[in-house]
């Protein structure tokens, strides 16, 4: 393996995605994943930005070959730690337009928690309650509610 492969594999696998569901994220077979991560191909450039998004992790942390302090690299991570005070709080999320989840677009919900580098939610839609796993990488802005006294 290589270290972008290994890198790929272990960032994948700390998400509890398997490649299958990694490459329909990607819109690529799971034996390309599978290839990436054994180091026989690596992917195509164009490709990596994408990566990076959906592990959480900068394109610089996939594509150097030193390794870094995961702590600095995660875009994540420092969301999270700037969220954890709004957790149990009512906000509203914005999402990077190709990351956008129609089920809370412009719809207050609750953060339930933070789990790695994904946000647990909980809103109410015309459907019902419901609950979510939300990327932080998706998340382009978080508006905080006014509380209601």
Not at 19 to 48: C, H, N, Y
Request: charged share 30%.
């Amino acid at each position: 393996m290589n270290e972008l492969g290994n890198k790929i594999a272990l960032k994948r696998k700390n998400l509890g995605m398997t490649q299958m569901e990694f490459a329909e994220q990607l819109s690529v077979t799971r034996q390309t994943v599978s290839r990436w991560e054994a180091g026989t191909v690596m992917p195509d450039i164009d490709k990596i930005p994408d990566i990076a998004r959906i592990l959480g992790v900068s394109c610089d942390y996939l594509l150097k070959d030193e390794a870094e302090d995961e702590e600095q690299t995660v875009s994540g991570n420092h969301l999270s730690r700037l969220l954890k005070n709004a957790e149990g709080k009512t906000v509203r999320l914005n999402f990077f337009e190709e990351a956008a989840d129609a089920d809370l677009f412009n719809i207050p919900c609750t953060i339930l928690a933070f789990e790695g580098n994904w946000m647990k939610v909980s809103a109410t839609t015309k459907k019902g309650p419901i609950e979510k796993l939300i990327s932080l990488a998706s998340i382009l802005s978080v508006e905080l509610m006014e509380e209601k006294q």
